[in-house]
């Protein structure tokens, strides 16, 4: 017996001696294989960091953080890993899914749950926990003999909401002993859901808070935008008119209209839903240092198209503003709110609101019955909006042609600070459709991920759906040379652009007088 095992060892050791060389090759092969793919990783890395860093048709270098360009190169080659691995009928089906995605979406909104499963910490929440939880939130009769089969259709929406990422599912053990628990009779397991980042943001902003500078802030939440777009009237608003651009409709006007009347009906949640969206935007791009600094040259900010005040009680918040903040704005409704909420965040001596139609010109000849506001005449709005150093507008310029748009522009440089004061816009611009090289052969292909650019594409789109073809987003070349019409001219200062926040920076300063068209 011995002696068999000895000779089956010897063998063993032989075929070890003559295969060697064949591990060593595969070994080698394999080592060599991912020397190539890591090298080519790199490349590609620094390819994208590269072309994010390169001079602009302008000429001048965007100003990106040399971290933010690192992120978003590597979620390009993650995505493009992505996108070769995927079929592409996969992708297409996750894009027909679409609808039913954004109903995942809305009922997470509708019925709270992220609030719920929130509540049930690092545990989880299981899914009779939530039912119990949605029954409130849907003021529902509990009937005992439909509770499994409606516990298991919320089960069934937490597993879903697994695989669309606002959710974590654990499959725990669960034990069932007797009575006299001595023994284990039963074993099964128990679904638990905890919230991810994404699932996160539909937490309502009134739900949890950070202090800022003594001051209560709400942290990022999209609930009220997630409870907005599942409103049936205003989605269908949003995009039935993109075939009517196709046919050559020319109805913007009345679009517009029907559009304001289905917004009114959701006007408060509408509202909070722009707050929501603002605060969201705003932490990447008021965090800047060049923003800032930019700031901090102007004793008077004013935010035209402010509306209720979010932007300005930001900056308060954060000691981004010298002296004195103005929200500026032709809803009176909206900057009664913005009064009551910078009053009541201890803002009231440092800031004040003034009401303004950005495409009226307020002549120097006193016209009280053109005013916006019949209570404030014209000549002391103009005194008002003379004393702005700094003016900021964030998220207007898209929602006019460039004919408004050019009007607008140059009526703030007419009159805030005399037409010296600087401009900083805050806005969703779109990629330049050529680099500083000339045309390139690949913008975009099936594994460049969703960032800022894809967002504004997007928003481009609805702008175009809802107002008509002349409402549009804009490149940044685009949008200057416009302001340029309007006398206004580039700011040499530096401002970082954020690939993960839609909002990007244009800041401008008056041409002199003579350089006016």
């Not at 003594?214 to 999209?222: A, D």
């Not at 003379?386 to 007419?414: P, Y």
């Not at 975009?444 to 504004?456: E, G, I, L, M, N």
Request: net charge negative; with cysteine; proline share 2%.
């Amino acid at each position: 017996m011995n002696e068999v095992v000895v000779a089956i060892e010897s063998d063993i050791r032989l075929l070890a001696r003559l295969l060697a060389p064949v591990s060593m090759a595969c070994r080698s092969v394999i080592t060599l294989g991912i020397s190539v793919l890591t090298v080519a990783l790199i490349a590609v890395l620094v390819a994208d960091v590269a072309r994010d860093r390169a001079p602009t048709v302008g000429g001048e270098y965007e100003q990106s953080s040399v971290r933010s360009s690192i992120k978003l190169a590597l979620l390009r080659v993650a995505a493009r890993i992505v996108a070769w691995l995927e079929p592409p009928e996969f992708r297409l089906h996750r894009l027909l899914f679409g609808s039913m995605h954004h109903g995942v979406v809305y009922q997470w909104a509708e019925l709270d749950l992220a609030r719920v499963i929130d509540q049930a910490g690092e545990v989880g929440a299981t899914c009779e926990q939530v039912f119990d939880a949605a029954l409130v939130a849907l003021d529902a009769l509990e009937l005992p003999s439909e509770r499994l089969s409606r516990i298991d259709a919320v089960c069934r929406l937490l597993k879903a909401s697994a695989y669309l990422g606002l959710v974590e599912w654990h499959s725990t053990e669960a034990l069932h002993v007797d009575e006299q628990g001595s023994r284990v009779t039963t074993r099964s397991f128990e679904s638990r859901f905890t919230l991810t980042n994404v699932g996160r943001l539909l937490l309502p902003s009134s739900s949890s808070s950070s202090n800022v500078n003594g001051n209560v802030k709400p942290t990022p939440s999209l609930h009220s935008w997630a409870l907005l777009s599942g409103r049936a009237e205003l989605a269908q608003q949003s995009w039935h008119g993109l075939e009517r651009e196709f046919r050559g409709d020319a109805s913007g006007a009345t679009r517009v209209e029907a559009f304001y009347r289905t917004l009114e009906a959701n006007r408060a949640l509408f509202d909070r839903s722009m707050d929501e969206f603002t605060v969201l935007q705003l932490a990447s791009v008021t965090g800047s240092h060049d923003v800032a600094r930019w700031l901090s040259t102007c004793s008077t900010v004013c935010d035209v198209g402010g509306g209720h005040g979010t932007l300005v009680h930001w900056l308060l918040a954060r000691g981004l503003v010298r002296q004195q903040a103005v929200v500026v704005d032709i809803d009176a409704s909206a900057l009664a709110r913005a009064e009551q909420r910078l009053e009541a965040a201890g803002f009231g001596s440092r800031a004040r609101t003034l009401q303004w139609d950005m495409f009226d010109a307020l002549s120097s000849e006193f016209d009280a019955s053109s005013s916006a506001n019949p209570s404030v005449t014209q000549s002391a709005t103009r005194h008002a909006l003379q004393a702005c150093e700094c003016v900021l507008m964030k998220g207007i310029t898209s929602d006019w042609n460039d004919q408004r748009l050019e009007l607008a522009l140059h009526n703030v440089r007419r009159l805030a600070a005399d037409g010296a004061a600087r401009l900083l816009v805050l806005d969703h611009f779109l990629v330049d459709d050529d680099s500083a090289n000339g045309a390139r052969t690949t913008l975009v292909d099936a594994s460049t991920p969703y960032t800022a650019d894809s967002f504004t594409r997007s928003m481009d789109l609805l702008m175009m759906s809802l107002f008509g073809r002349g409402s549009r987003q804009r490149t940044k070349s685009e949008f200057v040379a416009l302001a340029q019409r309007a006398g206004w001219q580039g700011y040499t200062g530096a401002f970082e652009a954020h690939w993960q926040a839609p909002l990007q920076v244009v800041a401008l300063e008056p041409m002199h007088h003579d350089e006016c068209a």
